[in-house]
């Protein structure tokens, strides 16, 4: 499986952007998680490639929305609105076996179950 992540930027703080994240092979779930420099890397959502079922870390619920394309493989990040403490490279990443809601888990216990990642896209906040 090999994850292509895009989309990021520098915007102002309020502002939009969607993350893209094209996929290649089958998986079972694609996730999104952030890496903010001296930070460990947070999961942020996930969706589930059958049935679109959406899972979100309760710090960004109600701001980031998780969706997908299936004609495409692509799963998409809408972030909005933005603010400055979201500055991070941004990477998605896939597991081809079931796993349970990533929201139940640690963050380096859900980056653990991953079984593969994107290079990741960086995105900067300015206030």
């Given at each position: 499986v090999?994850?292509q992540?895009?989309?990021g ?10 993350l893209?994240?094209?996929a ?20 942020l ?13 309760q ?6 929305t ?14 909005d ?10 990477y998605?990443a ?12 640690t ?5 653990a179950?991953?079984d ?8 900067t906040v300015?206030s």
């Amino acid at each position: 499986v090999q994850l292509q992540a895009s989309g990021g930027g520098l915007v102002q703080a309020g502002a939009s952007l969607r993350l893209s994240c094209a996929a290649s092979g089958r998986t079972f779930m694609l996730g999104w998680f952030r890496q903010a420099p001296g930070k460990e890397r947070e999961f942020l959502a996930s969706i589930r490639s059958s049935d679109g079922t959406t899972d979100y870390a309760q710090s960004v619920k109600g701001r980031f929305t998780v969706s997908r394309d299936n004609a495409k493989n692509t799963v998409y990040l809408q972030m909005d609105p933005l603010k400055p403490e979201d500055t991070a490279k941004y990477y998605c990443a896939a597991t081809v076996t079931p796993a349970p809601p990533l929201s139940l888990l640690t963050h380096s216990q859900a980056s653990a179950g991953m079984d593969y990642w994107g290079k990741g896209t960086q995105v900067t906040v300015s206030s």
